[in-house]
């Protein structure tokens, strides 16, 4: 088994596809291991995002992560990090393969509806930024 790390972002919140991508996210064969739906400050999305920070986009990146709620997710399965990125299709969903979520749900390179966990240590700091060890059993 294999843990990773997701969020549902902004623009898909905002436009209600919570249900449409966790339904995607169980037809996959993922299990829910701890979900909740928060917002971000911008410290704690520029936390978060702290590898970017030198990328011309981290301050609109930032404050489109801070722009509205969000849902915060572990993920676990079998190869969970790989699959999870399949999944989600590439970054900009003009390049997005057929059937992926973001293809189906984003809007834009940036307003891209999910987020994944990219490795195995990215997946560990992420994990341990948002939920304790009490909620992962
Ligand atoms: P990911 O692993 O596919 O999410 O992509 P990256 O790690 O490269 O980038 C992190 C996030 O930054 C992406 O999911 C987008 O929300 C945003 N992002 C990436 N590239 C760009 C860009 O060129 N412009 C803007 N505005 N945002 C970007």
Known sequence: MERTF???????????????ILSEIEKAAFQIVAIRKMSLSKAQAAGFY???AQRPFFDSLTTFMSSGPIVAMVLEKP???????????????????EGTIRRKFARSIEANAIHGSDG??????????????????
């Open 120 to 137: 195995e240590d990215s997946a560990a700091f992420e994990i341990g930024y948002f939920f304790a060890g009490y909620e992962l059993l």
């Open 79 to 97: 190869n969970a990090i790989a699959d999870l990125r399949k999944l989600m299709g590439a970054t900009n969903p003009a390049n997005a393969e």
């Open 50 to 52: 702290a590898v970017h």
């Open 6 to 20: 997701s969020i549902i972002k902004p623009d898909a919140v905002q436009a209600g596809h919570v249900a449409g």
